[in-house]
């Protein structure tokens, strides 16, 4: 389960090391938005650089590599220069359905070849939804690389390039163009069967904000959530730990099923539960196990 991703600049310097004692269920080392054009060959040493050097340790957060777009002329590069250091996963921006997926396949299968690596050992998160032709690309995720391991969006290059002002209202809240992007997300990623992550949240002193936005987000089906500052990580792991109460709940769920085999709903406490209960119940309690 990765309930916190925490990015950190290619470039960073003792960022680098903070990001890895952060908590964080995930590092993501950026070398796409963070990182300037005259940046990134540097950027993709200093990557590398870590990624050898932090690799091997026991225990570690996963360690992701945020690539450049396959529309920039830098994915190669980025992953000629990654791939040796085996990331856990690169993060796929402005990635548009299914078939750019299968592309990037590709070009890893080639290249953890060429490293010596197993075919298939670096998986991808996409950046599904942070572009106009991604969001209607969005459900076509399903089956098209064993690599996938999760779906997230970003709206600020989607407001970007829709020419927008603002992507939050005066109440800190998304604008109707995001909150659609964020939903087709949240549908993409249960159509593909793959874990919705949720983007970042920039206000990165505003704690009680965050939380709210993020217990949305898990209300709402999300089971992580993409960061930028390390004090954002307990938060996020908090919200995206189950509590006791809701673990006790669904083990109540998945008994009364149990107890009545062959029941198609069953009554606990004066209320109905039926199929979709139950797979969510389990849903939670495997969600504990990982
Ligand atoms: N990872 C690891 N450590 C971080 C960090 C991050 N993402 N963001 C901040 N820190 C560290 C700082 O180095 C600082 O350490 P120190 O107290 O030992 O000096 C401490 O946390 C407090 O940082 P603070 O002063 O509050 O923030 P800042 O002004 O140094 O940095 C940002 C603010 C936004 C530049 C920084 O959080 C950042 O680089 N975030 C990630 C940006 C990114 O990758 N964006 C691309 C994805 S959208
Ligand atoms: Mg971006």
Redesign the pocket.
């Known amino acids: 389960m990765m309930r916190s991703l925490?990015?950190?600049?290619a470039d960073?310097g003792?960022?680098?090391d903070?990001?890895m004692a952060?908590g964080a269920d995930a590092v993501?080392i950026?070398l796409?938005?963070?990182i300037t054009p005259e940046r990134k060959v540097a950027a993709r040493a200093s990557a590398l650089e870590f990624l050898k050097r932090t690799g091997a340790k026991k225990e570690r957060p996963r360690i992701l590599v945020?690539i450049n777009g396959l529309d920039t002329g830098m994915t190669d590069a980025d992953l000629d220069a990654i791939v040796p250091g085996r990331p856990d996963a690169v993060v796929f921006p402005k990635a548009e359905g299914g078939p750019s997926v299968v592309q990037l396949d590709g070009k890893l299968a080639a290249r953890e070849a060429k490293a010596g690596l197993p075919k298939g050992s670096i998986k991808i998160l996409a950046q599904a939804v942070e572009s106009a032709a991604g969001l209607f690309a969005a459900g076509t995720f399903r089956d098209v690389s064993p690599r996938l391991i999760g779906m997230t969006w970003g709206p600020?290059d989607l407001s970007a390039e829709l020419g927008a002002e603002a992507n939050r209202d005066e109440h800190g809240m998304l604008t109707e163009p995001y909150r659609l992007a964020r939903n087709i997300c949240l549908y993409g990623a249960a159509a593909a069967k793959l874990p919705a992550i949720e983007t970042?949240y920039v206000d990165?002193r505003n704690t009680e904000g965050l939380r709210r936005d993020t217990q949305d987000a898990r209300r709402d089906g999300f089971t992580g959530r993409?960061?930028?500052?390390?004090?954002q990580v307990p938060v996020i792991n908090e919200v995206f730990t189950p509590s006791p109460e809701q673990i006790e709940k669904a083990k109540m769920v998945v008994a009364a099923f149990a107890a009545q085999p062959g029941a198609g709903a069953v009554g606990i406490d004066g209320k109905m539960y039926d199929r979709p209960h139950l797979v969510r119940a389990q849903h939670l309690l495997d969600s504990v196990k990982r």
Do not use: Q, T
Not at 6 to 9: C, G, K, Q, R, S
Not at 226 to 231: N, Q, R
């Open positions: 925490l990015f950190v600049p960073g003792p960022k680098l903070k990001a952060s993501i950026d796409e938005d963070s945020r600020e970042v990165f993409l960061a930028i500052h390390p004090s």
